[in-house]
C-alpha cells in the first residue's frame, strides 16, 4: 500500500481541472474573443475532497492508498514555504468556479476526475522499481 499525504485535512475540496480542458477552452476563446479579452476566466471540471483521492487512485492503480494529514513542519521540510503556502491557499481559500455555469458559458463539457482517471495508462503510471 502507500500513504497520500498533504497538509490539508481530509475533508478540504479541491477543484481540478484536465489540461485538454484548458486547451480546449484557450481555443474557444480564440474563436469567440469577446468572451475572453480583458476578463479572467478560472477554469475547473470537477471537485473533490482530499481525502477522497486516494481511494479513486487505488481504485485504479490496484493496490490501496490511504490520506494522511501532513503536519506543517513536515510539509515544510518537503515541500518549503512557497509549497506549503499553496496548501495554506487550498485549505483556507480555495477555488470556488461554478462548473455549470462555465460548462453552459463556454458549450464545452468539462471533464470529471473520473473521467481523467479513466484515460490514463495505468501499466505505465506504475514505478519500476
Avoid: C
Wanted: hydrophobic fraction near 40%.
Amino acid at each position: 500500500g502507500g500513504i497520500m499525504q498533504v497538509p490539508v485535512p481530509p475533508r478540504s475540496r479541491q477543484q481540478l481541472v484536465a489540461v485538454k480542458d484548458i486547451g480546449e477552452i484557450v481555443a474557444r476563446a480564440f474563436e469567440n474573443r469577446r468572451m475572453a479579452i480583458g476578463k479572467t476566466v478560472e477554469l475547473a471540471g470537477d471537485e473533490i475532497a482530499f481525502g477522497d483521492l486516494p481511494a479513486a487512485l487505488s481504485q485504479k492503480l490496484g493496490h490501496p492508498i490511504r490520506y494522511a494529514e501532513q503536519s506543517e513542519e513536515d510539509a515544510r521540510k518537503l515541500i518549503g514555504d512557497d509549497g506549503f503556502r499553496m496548501f495554506q491557499f487550498f485549505r483556507t481559500k480555495g477555488y470556488h468556479v461554478d462548473i455549470p455555469a462555465l460548462e453552459t458559458a463556454w458549450g464545452y463539457r468539462m471533464t470529471r476526475f473520473q473521467e481523467f482517471l479513466d484515460t490514463v495508462d495505468w501499466e505505465r503510471a506504475q514505478p519500476k522499481w
